[in-house]
């Protein structure tokens, strides 16, 4: 981890921040303990770095808004939507120094647990995918993906969607739900009397896992940070999680058979929990309970 830039970058503008707000003691994890044991800064040696995954900019919405922000009445419902499609991946990156031979299970023992948060306050919804892009937090990045795939829809949605991660269509053309599941989360969305363009759809991790896996909790863990900045940024009135994965990262929450139909809160956001489509495909008995949910939705933002 030591000779990884991008892993020392985040590091040196973490610890400068903290240094800021004037905390002079850290804990480490014994692994990052071992890495700064071993690496000797060299004299003269750059201490400024950008904040991970390059530099904020552009003009997006007012990226220090709350959540909650009540919108203004002459605010439009609905704007043209727009796809942020990344560049796609030249070829898998080295694989990560303490992975194990089976890369489903790998695990990263040396990133510090103090990096969990990542500061993306000066991130704007045309900046944050660049960050995504470039995004080593977790061993997805090294184990195959084409691309990162980092939202569809409007920035200004009153609904947002938020799944659990890309599959093999939606990493070969860097949108998510543009697979099968994906065609029939558009149906639900039209049946709610909207337009897929309408809404906000985002996922919890942006990289594909292997074979179309569940992401592993600290991959989740790991991508969080990017789907709450773009809750922040779209400030939705209300969002649906569709499946366990965002149920856990997003909410906390584990058992979504018995949790779903019921109405959560998320930064004062109210948050239905549903069903993932793809499930919906497997199990087409339980597309009446999925409706059903919906409905409530549908009530919430006052769509007859």
Not at 61 to 84: E, F, I, K, L, N
Not at 142 to 150: D, E, I
Not at 201 to 228: F, H, S, W
Not at 287 to 292: H, I, R
């Amino acid at each position: 981890m030591a000779d990884d830039p991008n892993i020392l970058d985040t590091v040196i503008s973490w610890l400068e921040k903290e240094k800021r707000q004037g905390r002079r003691r850290i804990r480490l994890s014994a692994g990052a303990q071992r890495v700064f044991a071993e690496t000797k800064p060299s004299a003269g040696a750059a201490r400024s770095a950008p904040a991970p995954g390059g530099t904020p900019g552009g003009s997006g919405r007012d990226a220090h808004a709350p959540v909650g922000t009540a919108r203004s009445p002459d605010r439009p419902t609905a704007t043209p939507s727009y796809r942020h499609t990344a560049t796609p991946v030249p070829a898998p990156a080295p694989a990560l120094q303490h992975e194990t031979r089976n890369a489903q299970h790998a695990t990263v023992s040396d990133i510090p647990s103090d990096l969990s948060m990542l500061d993306l306050a000066a991130y704007t919804l045309e900046t944050l995918p660049a960050a995504v892009a470039a995004c080593k937090r977790c061993r997805l990045h090294a184990l195959g993906r084409t691309r990162t795939v980092f939202s569809d829809g409007s920035p200004t949605a009153r609904l947002m969607f938020i799944g659990e991660g890309p599959g093999a269509d939606e990493d070969a053309q860097g949108v998510p739900f543009v697979g099968a599941a994906g065609q029939l989360l558009t149906r639900m969305i039209e049946a709610m009397r909207l337009k897929r363009g309408e809404v906000y759809i985002a996922n919890i991790v942006k990289c594909r896992p292997p074979g179309n896996r569940t992401p592993l909790e600290d991959e989740g863990g790991a991508c969080l940070p990017y789907v709450q900045r773009q809750v922040e940024l779209v400030k939705p009135e209300v969002i649906v999680v569709l499946g366990a994965t965002p149920f856990l990262h997003l909410l906390g929450q584990k058992g979504i058979m018995a949790g779903r139909g019921k109405w959560y809160d998320y930064r004062g956001i109210p948050v239905m929990a549903t069903y993932h489509p793809a499930f919906l495909l497997r199990m087409s008995g339980k597309k009446a309970e999925a409706w059903a949910d919906l409905q409530q939705v549908m009530k919430k933002l006052g769509i007859q």
